[in-house]
């Protein structure tokens, strides 16, 4: 593993970049308030523009760790307003493994935003970090974005009954994952 942390990515319409103290307002306005955009997250919807400055703050400081890996979504013609966020939830280093969230604003839904993100995250997390593989978890009733992960070419691996917790409470959680030799071969 090489671990070089958040470093900015580029895409045709995207920049993946650090967050920073005063993404916090965008992001409280964009996403991290609004109960449909985070139904189907393990945090609630934040009750004022504090908590999430409190959030953004603590990224922030995480970005001093190499194998920290969360990037602000930001349109490439307006990188200072953030619409969504995707980054790495949880990593296992002995097995090389990555595990992705993402969250991205109601009004870029269905526009293929963060299928291009995933792609680009996918890229990075494989060919500059060296991850083996990288996997990602929905809820069963969040049906787009497993198909977010379908198209970034993430396999569907089975689901896990009751075995995930959300703002919805206890639910069944679907797995998807790909490995490195999995892109290898598709080449």
Do not use: C
């Not at 999430?52 to 990188?79: E, G, K, R, S």
């Not at 792609?119 to 978890?137: D, I, K, P, S, T």
């Amino acid at each position: 593993m090489n671990h070089k942390g958040t470093q900015t990515l580029q895409t045709q319409r995207l920049i993946l970049r650090p967050f920073a103290y005063a993404d916090a307002a965008s992001m409280f306005n964009n996403w991290a308030s609004d109960p449909i955009v985070t139904q189907f997250l393990t945090w609630p919807p934040h009750a004022n523009l504090e908590v999430t400055q409190h959030i953004v703050t603590d990224w922030m400081a995480n970005y001093d760790f190499p194998d920290t890996y969360q990037w602000a979504i930001t349109l490439i013609h307006n990188p200072a307003e953030v619409f969504g966020s995707i980054g790495v939830v949880n990593q296992d280093e002995l097995k090389q493994e990555a595990e992705i969230g993402y969250v991205l604003s109601r009004q870029l839904w269905n526009q293929g935003y963060i299928t291009e993100a995933f792609e680009e995250v996918l890229r990075y997390l494989f060919e500059v970090v060296g991850f083996n593989r990288v996997e990602a978890l929905h809820d069963v009733a969040n049906g787009a974005s497993g198909r977010v992960m379908q198209k970034v070419g993430l396999r569907f691996e089975g689901i896990s009954r009751q075995g995930g917790f959300n703002n919805r409470g206890i639910v069944d959680q679907a797995t998807y994952a790909i490995i490195k030799a999995d892109l290898e071969r598709s080449e």
